[in-house]
């Protein structure tokens, strides 16, 4: 590998989703490289607020002739071009945390058996499982990692995608089949999959996912669910609001679900969220998942190489999976000073990481929107302040948001 800031631009020349980069509010002089934890804006969802805005202030009320089918429509758009689901899947609403619940609940409500996850699983994922499986009164497991199940009667199993910690990619097919096999349903979190990999559902029962990574929707973005067909006409929104009910406006005196996928509806869309989820994944729609997924797969390739032969005699520890299938689109590197070198990272070297415990350093790339020089830089400015002990000037003491 020719390790030489040219060769990184050189890259950037060939890449055929260079002109993306263009199409974001990019933020002065800094590198971001954590994209896997809030996307940059486009800039057509600027326009898109704006044009929003327009309506509510000339239609008023009358405007939701037009919005109300808005966490359909952009659950349409993240089911069909990005996460391989068949139409009426998929529902942009809620958030991850709502969305969990809704989904685990109505599986246990579906069958018996235990809940099963992992310890490493992100923590309202644990959270949320452990919860309704304890109100529920089944047995909640964690075991080791994604992988063999527990010889026990099973109900419902969820993993994550892409591990937050260490950007491991699950084997989605082989998991999903081992689930059925035992009787239980699947739930996926795609949060750190869905605008970065090329996701294939297949035969999962369940997902959920985020729109505010990958997909640009914005800070506190609204989620999305995702119910196979064969499912929908059995398994039971435990949040009975007005917008899951059949003839919403006749104002009826039971709760009646709707029959598809709207029936997870539970109360009024966050309108400005789903019009900017819809422009996000617009943009990696146009540009194309398997596109996207290959050009994650090269940048996070790149930043391993650099990793190598930069950081790697400095103490840093690769955690991220080499395979290039069995990863997703950020890279995780562990040192014993984790934590100063990303506030170092921050505060003295115009670089944007994150953190996570308890030494993880994670360089998170936004396909779309960041360069191999990007990648180059950050690394090189990340050998160049620990090889001058930079980072140990900083307290040792952790700020709440890392």
Not at 194 to 205: I, P, R, S
Request: glycine letters at 10%.
């Amino acid at each position: 590998m020719a390790v030489s800031r040219e060769d990184a631009l050189a890259r950037d020349a060939a890449d055929p989703l260079a002109g993306f980069r263009e199409r974001f509010e990019l933020a002065g002089d800094v590198i971001y490289v954590d994209g896997n934890s809030l996307g940059r804006p486009p800039k057509a969802t600027g326009e898109a607020l704006a044009a929003l805005h327009e309506r509510w202030a000339t239609r008023l009320v009358a405007g939701w002739s037009e919005w109300i089918e808005l966490p359909l429509a952009a659950g349409e758009l993240i089911g069909r071009e990005l996460i391989g689901a068949r139409p009426g899947e998929t529902l942009a609403c809620d958030s991850v945390t709502v969305n969990l619940f809704k989904l685990a609940t109505a599986a246990l409500d579906d069958r018996p058996g235990a809940v099963v996850t992992d310890r490493g699983n992100f923590p309202t994922d644990r959270y949320v499982l452990a919860g309704v499986a304890e109100r529920a009164g089944r047995e909640y497991i964690e075991i080791d990692a994604p992988g063999e199940l527990p010889d026990t009667k099973l109900a419902l199993v969820s993993f994550s995608h892409v591990d937050y910690r260490s950007g491991a990619l699950a084997d989605m097919a082989a998991i999903t089949a081992a689930a059925h096999a035992r009787g239980a349903l699947m739930l996926w979190d795609l949060c750190h999959s869905v605008g970065a990999v090329d996701v294939k559902l297949g035969e999962a029962d369940l997902a959920v996912g985020c729109t505010y990574k990958y997909l640009d929707g914005g800070p506190g973005a609204p989620a999305f669910l995702y119910v196979r067909t064969d499912h929908q006409g059995r398994l039971r929104n435990p949040i009975q609001g007005w917008f899951g009910q059949r003839d919403q406006f006749a104002m009826g005196p039971a709760y009646d679900p709707e029959p598809g996928i709207a029936r997870f509806l539970s109360g009024t869309p966050p309108i400005a969220g789903l019009v900017a989820v819809q422009a996000g994944a617009e943009l990696v729609a146009e540009a194309g998942i398997a596109n996207v997924a290959a050009k994650a797969r090269a940048l996070t390739a790149y930043a391993i190489e650099l990793h190598d032969a930069w950081l790697a005699p400095l103490g840093f520890e690769l955690v991220t999976p080499r395979d290039e299938l069995r990863r997703g689109a950020h890279v995780a590197l562990a040192h014993d000073e984790g934590w100063r070198i990303c506030r170092a990272l921050i505060e003295r070297a115009g670089v944007l990481p994150d953190f996570r415990e308890p030494n993880v350093v994670r360089f998170g790339f936004s396909p779309l929107d960041t360069r191999f020089a990007d990648v180059f830089d950050a690394l090189d400015r990340a050998r160049d302040l620990v090889a001058r002990g930079v980072h140990l000037e900083l307290p040792l003491e952790r700020a709440r948001v890392t």
